[in-house]
């Protein structure tokens, strides 16, 4: 299974962005889904968690800015983003837990599945 983030892009400070991270497959029984988050020279942050009880915490720098939700598909998970400031500014990486996925023949256990980044970059 692969994940690729979309979404991010360039925005004025007080601006808005949605950011998705979409599944190749539909992963059941996701325990965690995460995004985090990498700025230039700092480490990998965890910005927010969507647990499969569907309960969401986020980092203290975006809790009340930033919000996780999942589609009713399973394969599509959001950030949204508002009220960006520019230290928000970084690569933003999306991280499924858990769970299994199935194809024809088979199901398969997954562990950790990263997506590539998308990068967001405001500007004050």
């Known amino acids: 299974v692969q994940l690729q983030a979309y979404g991010g892009g360039l925005v004025q400070a007080g601006g808005s962005l949605r950011l998705s991270c979409v599944a190749s497959?539909?992963?059941?029984?996701?325990?965690?889904m995460r995004w985090y988050r990498q700025a230039p020279g700092k480490e990998r942050e965890l910005v927010a968690t969507?647990?499969?009880?569907?309960?969401?915490r986020y980092a203290d720098s975006v809790k009340g800015r930033f919000a996780i939700s999942r589609d009713n598909t399973g394969r599509t998970t959001y950030l949204q983003m508002n009220n960006l400031k520019p230290e928000d500014t970084a690569v933003y990486l999306c991280?499924?837990?858990?769970?299994?996925?199935?194809?024809?023949?088979?199901?398969?256990?997954?562990?950790?599945?990263w997506g590539q980044g998308t990068q967001v970059t405001v500007s004050s």
């Open positions: 991280n499924a837990n858990g769970g299994y996925y199935c194809s024809a023949s088979a199901c398969t256990n997954q562990e950790s599945t």
């Open positions: 497959r539909v992963i059941v029984n996701i325990d965690r």
């Open positions: 969507l647990n499969k009880r569907g309960a969401t």
